[in-house]
């Protein structure tokens, strides 16, 4: 399986793919090209450190959104990808895009969904919103791409305990390390192997 990532930031998802297929724990992936909205993306050095096709495609660069939408759209088509990883990408997907990808384009979200997601609730935004609130238990969520914001069917979860003393960034980087590093390449892993289906808009995994 092809796949191309997409990512806005520092990469740390887009690192733990790497490394699992290159460890093997992903079976039967490559990475086609890292795709970032943002020049000075960190991730963007990731991809180059690891000898993958590195390219950015930046709204600041065309007059209107949909001439952003438009090169988006035909910049990742050229790659022809199986798959495509939202790792921390925080771009709005074009419509056109999901309807051309439908149930082939994946996002992690750092909560357990349907809890602070949505519009609003992107990077230390979601960890802030967890402290306020004051629950003990958060996590991250693997899902396909909708139309709506966090709408589309869910493919892994996986709780993660919220520490007395905890910071936004304390919280954010301990649901990285026992959530999102692991359910993203397991999720791509399983979809790469063949095990994933959508149907009714709920996502079923076979053993
Ligand atoms: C991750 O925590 C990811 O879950 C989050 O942004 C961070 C990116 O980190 N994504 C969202 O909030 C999407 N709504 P990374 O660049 O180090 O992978």
New binding site residues.
Partial sequence: MKIAVC?S??????QAIIDKINSGEIHDTEIGVVISNNANAY?LERAKNAGIEAVCVSPKDFPTREDFNDAFLRKLNTYNVDLVVL??F?VVIPKEMIRQYRNRII????SLIPSFCGTGY??LK?HEGVLSRGVKVTG?TCHFVDEGTDTGPIILQKAVEVKEGDTPEIL?RRV?EEA?WIIMPQAIDLIARGKVSVESGHVHIRE
């Fill in positions: 990512v930031g520092g990469g740390t998802n887009l991730a790792a921390g925080l996002n992690i979200h750092p992107y990077g979601v991250a954010q990285m999102e």
